[in-house]
């Protein structure tokens, strides 16, 4: 399989020979790490935010934007498929990283994970990275810093100046397209937690609404996160029948019916205390090879439309 970094890496060049067109801007730290800023002083994005997830999937999966109904409202809404699920989406998309030092905290997704290749689902699948470039996707508040550019650069085991950071707030556009973006991911990563092996998912598409761009984090954490629980929706082809197709969508979550808000506000925002299976689609549907189809879940608008201020 061709390295997920090397694939990542062409699409970062084209983020930088493109900044200006992108809204996004590039700079250099002190360690000649690169930072690409999609969304916290520059503008960013649809495109922005679609570039962003081909780089986090590693090219691997097709992002598309276009305009759905919600509430009665258009809304945009963006739609991701890959016939690479098991690596676009739990070896690269994942937000796996929790990049912390010192001076600097965010939450790492892509490629750059592969490289490291210590998460579960690196084992259950098989796969490891070896590439001398890496791209990591950041979801932060704040610029990041020479040490984190290091602390990736250490794991990943390569220089510093072979390290491009992609950063991001949630409250961005290319934030609420990212996210939206994540719904094939959640549903994937759900079923290889339920047990079934992610090698036999052979291609899945995801579709979820746009969260509208809040004026701080936490309302649009909380927004994007709805956006998936309550508006996501995915089809699974897979290969072999089971019975935890049931349990993938967030219906099954016991704390399924409340906005993430309010969750969050319950549990003081510590993220670990969530229920891990309401990061979930709200509805899925799941094809057998030559067997049954298995629709489960179901969206809940007025949820969202209230969560948007629609």
Same mark, same amino acid.
């Given at each position: 399989?061709?390295?997920?970094?090397?694939? %990542?890496?062409? $699409? !970062?060049? =084209?983020?930088? +020979?493109?900044?200006?067109?992108?809204?996004?801007?590039?700079? @250099? /730290?002190?360690?000649?790490?690169?930072?690409?800023?999609?969304?916290?002083?520059?503008?960013?994005?649809?495109?922005?935010?679609?570039?962003?997830?081909?780089?986090?999937?590693?090219?691997?999966?097709?992002?598309?934007?276009?305009?759905?109904?919600?509430?009665?409202?258009?809304?945009?809404?963006?739609?991701?498929?890959?016939?690479?699920?098991?690596?676009?989406?739990?070896?690269?998309?994942?937000?796996?990283?929790?990049?912390?030092?010192?001076?600097?905290?965010?939450?790492?997704?892509?490629? %750059?994970?592969? $490289? !490291?290749? =210590?998460?579960? +689902?690196?084992?259950?699948?098989?796969?490891?990275?070896?590439? @001398? /470039?890496?791209?990591?996707?950041?979801?932060?508040?704040?610029?990041?810093?020479?040490?984190?550019?290091?602390?990736?650069?250490?794991?990943?085991?390569?220089?510093?100046?072979?390290?491009?950071?992609?950063?991001?707030?949630?409250?961005?556009?290319?934030?609420?397209?990212?996210?939206?973006?994540?719904?094939?991911?959640?549903?994937?990563?759900?079923?290889?937690?339920?047990?079934?092996?992610?090698r036999d998912v052979v291609s899945v598409t995801g579709r979820g609404p746009v969260a509208p761009v809040a004026d701080d984090e936490r309302t649009a954490i909380a927004r994007t996160n709805d956006a998936i629980a309550y508006g996501g929706t995915a089809h699974l082809t897979v290969r072999t029948d089971a019975d935890v197709f049931d349990s993938i969508p967030s219906t099954a979550a016991d704390e399924h019916?409340?906005?993430?808000?309010?969750?969050?506000?319950?549990?003081?925002?510590?993220?670990?205390?969530?229920?891990?299976?309401?990061?979930?689609?709200?509805?899925?549907?799941?094809?057998?090879?030559?067997?049954?189809?298995?629709?489960?879940?179901?969206?809940?608008?007025?949820?969202?439309?209230?969560?948007?201020?629609?």
């Open positions: 399989m061709e390295s997920l970094n090397r694939m %990542a890496i062409e $699409l !970062v060049d =084209e983020a930088l +020979e493109y900044a200006e067109e992108l809204n996004v801007g590039g700079y @250099d /730290l002190e360690n000649e790490a690169t930072v690409l800023d999609f969304g916290l002083e520059f503008d960013g994005g649809v495109e922005a935010g679609l570039l962003l997830t081909e780089i986090q999937t590693a090219g691997m999966a097709t992002p598309q934007h276009g305009l759905g109904e919600l509430g009665g409202v258009s809304i945009p809404f963006v739609e991701l498929s890959t016939d690479q699920p098991a690596l676009s989406l739990l070896c690269s998309q994942k937000a796996g990283w929790e990049l912390t030092t010192e001076d600097f905290e965010g939450l790492g997704s892509g490629p %750059a994970r592969a $490289l !490291v290749a =210590e998460e579960e +689902e690196f084992r259950r699948i098989g796969y490891t990275d070896a590439f @001398d /470039l890496t791209a990591l996707a950041v979801e932060t508040e704040s610029h990041p810093t020479a040490s984190a550019a290091q602390q990736v650069a250490d794991l990943a085991e390569v220089e510093p100046s072979s390290v491009f950071l992609l950063a991001y707030s949630t409250a961005s556009l290319a934030g609420s397209i990212s996210n939206a973006a994540r719904v094939a991911e959640l549903a994937t990563f759900r079923l290889s937690e339920l047990g079934y092996d992610p019916g409340r906005p993430f808000e309010e969750v969050f506000d319950d549990l003081e925002w510590e993220f670990d205390e969530v229920p891990a299976d309401l990061f979930a689609p709200a509805e899925v549907t799941v094809d057998v090879l030559g067997g049954p189809t298995y629709v489960h879940g179901g969206t809940n608008e007025a949820l969202l439309v209230e969560s948007f201020g629609l």
